[in-house]
């Protein structure tokens, strides 16, 4: 993937009204362009791309898509479909209304390209510089500036997801060669945890502490544990296992 560097980001005049005409108070993605601009250039991650090869997509909107994901504890799924559906993300990607956005895995590809190019803080240090020129941190205040945690969250995020798609194919593969069996074994409340896609049920990302998802990581291990013991009693031959998979 080789990187097709843009000049200037600036936000197109129609994903600028509609921005406007959706919040006609402000919003806080719409004040944060108006006030530092694009914030990254692509020059910045010109080092982290080759000059050949087929376009990479536009390493400035990866860039704040990332810090928009940590900020609101998203997967990568959930910030590709951000990108594509909320006009507050166009806005400060300067993206068009109808573009459609990028697939999930290229979040996971930028932020394999930061660390393995030892530019792990470029985003947060970015911004904060922003910040400073715009006098909206105080000189001897304390700010993080390590970079590193925020891909790390972003990384349990996914992990999250993972476990929990796991668990919700096991059990709709159940579901379809022993139906009767699997209702006898899961408590009531599975069909609203695992009915839907991880990503929409919200699951990974409910609440932004680390003790919430700590808390759903036990429940999606739990069950799983649970699902399997049933599925071992299967293979010694208890009479309670499902059938449908002998």
């Not at 990187?3 to 994903?15: A, F, R």
């Not at 719409?30 to 910045?44: C, K, N, P, V």
Request: aromatic content about 6%; glycine content about 10%.
């Amino acid at each position: 993937m080789s990187l097709q560097q843009q000049v200037t980001y600036l936000v197109p005049d129609d994903t600028a009204r509609v921005a406007r005409a959706a919040f006609p108070r402000g919003n806080l993605y719409l004040r944060l362009y108006d006030t530092l601009g694009s914030i990254f250039a692509d020059q910045d991650f010109a080092a982290l791309f080759p000059t050949r090869g087929q376009p990479a997509q536009a390493p400035v909107c990866l860039a704040l898509a990332t810090i928009l994901q940590f900020a609101e504890g998203l997967s990568d799924r959930q910030a590709a479909n951000a990108v594509r559906g909320r006009i507050d993300w166009k806005y400060l990607l300067c993206l068009d209304l109808t573009d459609p956005g990028f697939d999930h895995t290229v979040l996971s590809e930028f932020r394999t390209r930061l660390v393995e190019g030892k530019n792990e803080h470029l985003l947060l240090d970015t911004l904060l510089s922003h910040c400073r020129e715009q006098g909206l941190l105080k000189a001897r205040g304390r700010q993080r500036t390590d970079s590193t945690h925020v891909l790390a969250a972003v990384r349990v995020l996914n992990r999250l997801e993972r476990v929990g798609e796991t668990l919700r194919h096991a059990l709709n593969t159940l579901a379809s060669v022993a139906p009767d069996w699997l209702r006898a074994q899961v408590p009531e409340d599975w069909y609203a945890r695992y009915g839907h896609r991880i990503d929409k049920s919200g699951q990974p990302a409910a609440g932004p502490g680390r003790d919430d998802r700590r808390g759903w990581a036990t429940t999606a291990g739990g069950g799983g544990h649970r699902s399997g013991s049933a599925l071992a009693r299967h293979t010694a031959g208890d009479r309670h296992a499902p059938t449908g998979l002998g």
